[in-house]
């Protein structure tokens, strides 16, 4: 996914030592197989270890892992604030501005896979999926992000891409505004976090977790995923109530990298063109262009994006938090034909021309 370089080395991590994993006490009640953790439970009890790694056993239920969320994310707010300051009148004005716009919310889903959402009800997460499909998995989540964060316990969302991200499927389902409520962010996937902030061989791990073995955590060996990780890790983590002022920090850092070349100008004009924008559609474009292919460099350099989150809901999005599905125009009329899409007629339509 989509991501500012400044952005990925900005939120500090603090140096403790000590590791009691409990992540067995983090464990949900889940049908034999089923390895998955709630979501954000292993960053969560990465913080509490670093606390103190003996006295803190309770199980962390999901409530105690959304407060903890909240309160990281306030923490990373905080940090932002003071590391960035003084903001320009212009960086200012920015940050207000993309506070009262509303991100867009956007799943992105292979055509071969939505008459199953369809049926289904709604998006699933993986371990929900396993639950009711025994194991008929069509899920693209990697095993590392769940032994990092709790991934099988999500649903993903790209926040802020007009259009989500397309490397993910060429369905668009857009989401409600009203389900961040139940959602998390970062501003990276786990996969590329462990890959490209750790340069870890993700290849590696993922070979090692598909032959049922387990992947090692001492800090030392190069395949490692433990404490060191997800402490690294939940330094990201920014809650629903905080993402339009992360996004916004974001943009900051990317127009403080702007140099002076002509890509460097036309990010300037971007940035300034923000500040006079009050359609939210028209304004969250501009923030993130859609991805084009066959770009020079320089062209590339000029349409860097603004910002992004990868968005995080627990379980499932039914149905009912769908505004729209939207599919390659050419397979518009097979879709309607289908009998599980008779609930969602009123949802489906054409991807507009152009949108990849």
Same mark, same amino acid.
């Given at each position: 996914? $989509?991501?500012?370089?400044?952005?990925?080395?900005?939120?500090?991590?603090? +140096?403790?030592?000590?590791?009691?994993?409990?992540?067995?006490?983090?464990?949900?009640?889940?049908?034999?197989? $089923?390895?998955? +953790?709630?979501?954000?439970?292993?960053?969560?009890?990465?913080?509490?270890?670093?606390?103190?790694?003996?006295?803190?056993? @309770?199980?962390?239920?999901?409530?105690?892992?959304?407060?903890?969320?909240?309160?990281?994310?306030?923490?990373?707010?905080?940090?932002?604030?003071?590391?960035?300051?003084?903001?320009?009148?212009?960086?200012?004005?920015?940050?207000?501005? +993309?506070?009262?716009?509303?991100?867009? $919310?956007?799943?992105?889903?292979?055509?071969?896979?939505?008459?199953?959402?369809?049926?289904?009800?709604?998006?699933?997460?993986?371990?929900?999926?396993?639950?009711?499909?025994?194991?008929?998995?069509?899920?693209?989540?990697?095993?590392?992000?769940?032994?990092?964060?709790?991934?099988?316990?999500?649903?993903?969302?790209?926040?802020?891409?007009?259009?989500?991200?397309?490397?993910?499927?060429?369905?668009?389902?857009?989401?409600?505004?009203? +389900?961040?409520?139940?959602?998390?962010?970062?501003?990276?996937?786990?996969?590329?976090?462990?890959?490209?902030?750790?340069?870890?061989?993700?290849?590696?791990?993922?070979?090692?977790?598909?032959?049922?073995?387990?992947?090692?955590?001492?800090?030392?060996?190069?395949?490692?995923?433990?404490?060191?990780?997800?402490?690294?890790?939940?330094?990201?983590?920014?809650?629903?109530?905080?993402?339009?002022?992360?996004?916004?920090?974001?943009?900051?850092?990317?127009?403080?990298?702007?140099?002076?070349?002509?890509?460097?100008?036309?990010?300037?004009?971007?940035?300034?063109?923000?500040?006079?924008?009050?359609?939210?559609?028209?304004?969250?474009?501009?923030?993130?262009?859609?991805?084009?292919?066959?770009?020079?460099?320089?062209?590339?350099?000029?349409?860097?994006?603004?910002?992004?989150?990868?968005?995080?809901?627990?379980?499932?999005?039914?149905?009912?938090?769908?505004?729209? $599905?939207?599919?390659?125009?050419?397979?518009?009329?097979?879709?309607?034909?289908?009998?599980?899409?008779?609930?969602?007629?009123?949802?489906? @339509?054409?991807?507009?021309?152009?949108?990849?």
């Amino acid at each position: 996914m $989509i991501e500012s370089a400044r952005f990925r080395s900005s939120c500090l991590a603090v +140096v403790l030592v000590g590791y009691g994993a409990a992540m067995s006490a983090t464990a949900k009640e889940a049908e034999p197989g $089923i390895a998955t +953790v709630h979501a954000g439970a292993p960053l969560a009890e990465a913080r509490r270890t670093a606390i103190d790694a003996e006295r803190f056993d @309770r199980p962390l239920d999901q409530a105690t892992i959304r407060k903890w969320i909240e309160i990281a994310s306030r923490c990373t707010m905080a940090e932002f604030e003071l590391f960035l300051a003084p903001l320009s009148p212009q960086e200012r004005a920015l940050v207000r501005k +993309v506070d009262r716009m509303r991100a867009p $919310i956007v799943n992105r889903l292979r055509f071969e896979d939505l008459r199953g959402v369809l049926k289904d009800g709604g998006l699933l997460s993986h371990a929900r999926e396993e639950q009711l499909h025994e194991g008929e998995l069509h899920h693209t989540t990697p095993a590392v992000e769940n032994d990092l964060f709790g991934g099988y316990d999500c649903v993903f969302a790209s926040v802020g891409p007009p259009d989500g991200t397309p490397r993910y499927g060429d369905v668009i389902i857009r989401l409600k505004d009203s +389900v961040r409520e139940h959602g998390w962010a970062t501003p990276f996937s786990g996969l590329h976090f462990l890959s490209k902030i750790r340069h870890q061989d993700t290849q590696k791990m993922l070979a090692l977790l598909d032959r049922g073995q387990s992947l090692p955590t001492e800090a030392t060996n190069p395949l490692s995923l433990g404490f060191d990780e997800r402490l690294h890790f939940s330094h990201y983590v920014v809650a629903e109530g905080d993402w339009e002022r992360a996004l916004a920090f974001q943009a900051v850092l990317v127009l403080r990298d702007a140099d002076n070349s002509a890509a460097g100008q036309a990010v300037r004009k971007r940035f300034a063109a923000l500040l006079k924008e009050n359609d939210n559609a028209k304004f969250w474009t501009l923030f993130i262009p859609a991805e084009k292919s066959g770009l020079t460099a320089e062209e590339a350099a000029a349409r860097v994006p603004f910002g992004y989150l990868e968005g995080k809901f627990a379980d499932r999005l039914g149905g009912e938090d769908f505004t729209s $599905i939207e599919v390659p125009a050419e397979r518009l009329s097979e879709v309607r034909s289908w009998p599980e899409a008779r609930l969602y007629l009123h949802l489906i @339509r054409a991807k507009r021309p152009g949108v990849p």
